[in-house]
């Protein structure tokens, strides 16, 4: 299976400022990697299917990129509504798997 | 509009199993996957399996496939997950979601998610 290691676990941060969330993949995945939001109570939130291909409504404050076993996204200008938690999954092959997360938090 | 509805909460002794239902609206339902991704307390998510409404195959994670079977039924656009020998261990959130094609194949990513069963396992 391939393992799917995100860091930060946590990150606090302000509204406006900038944060890098990284997905690290323990084989090469070419682009086959997604970002998901998920606000407490709440189902996942697909954010891009495949790096560098943000999901249509998604704000452009959100980028993703990377390719192979190392991929980063980015929040810029962080809004209110941009605290939550953020999960990788590599599309690449199965058994599909996710990343342990990363909670944004408020400062 | 596109959802997906899933049933209600479940509490199951262990050793029991538990069926879930996936009710699908808004779009044609054959043209897209469904898999079942769990979310237990505190872990990072799993992903169960899938099913191609269309044809009837399924897809499994090797962990789950001797417990879980995945089936449908498109005179109802419903997508049912059934797991037997309930453990402790499978108290959680339970998502259907959907995946949709492109030009070579399936993302193997989801774009709609059901709002999530809770199965809690309990002697």
């Known amino acids: 299976d391939i393992q799917m290691t995100q860091s930060p676990s946590s990150v606090s941060a302000s509204v406006g400022d900038r944060v890098t969330i990284t997905c690290r993949a323990s084989q090469p995945l070419s682009s086959w990697l997604a970002w998901y939001q998920q606000k407490p109570g709440k189902a996942p939130h697909l954010l891009s299917s495949t790096t560098s291909s943000l999901q249509s409504g998604v704000p452009s404050r959100f980028s993703a990129s990377g390719s192979g076993t190392d991929f980063t996204l980015t929040i810029s200008n962080l809004q209110p509504e941009d605290f939550a938690t953020y999960y990788c999954q590599q599309a690449h092959s199965f058994p599909l798997t996710f990343g342990g997360g990363t909670k944004v938090e408020i400062k | 509009q596109v959802q997906l509805v899933q049933s209600g909460a479940e509490v199951k002794k262990p050793g029991a199993s538990v069926k879930l239902s996936c009710k699908s609206s808004g779009y044609r339902f054959t043209s897209y996957t469904i898999h079942w991704v769990r979310q237990a307390p505190g872990q990072r998510l799993e992903w169960m399996g899938w099913i191609n409404p269309g044809n009837g195959n399924t897809k499994y994670s090797e962990k789950l496939q001797d417990r879980v079977t995945i089936s449908r039924d498109t005179s109802a656009s419903t997508v049912y997950m059934e797991m037997s020998s309930l453990r402790s261990e499978d108290t959680a959130l339970y998502y259907c979601?959907?995946?949709?094609?492109?030009?070579?194949?399936?993302?193997?990513?989801?774009?709609?998610w059901g709002q999530g069963t809770m199965v809690s396992v309990s002697s």
């Open positions: 979601a959907r995946d949709r094609p492109y030009s070579a194949g399936w993302y193997n990513s989801f774009d709609i």
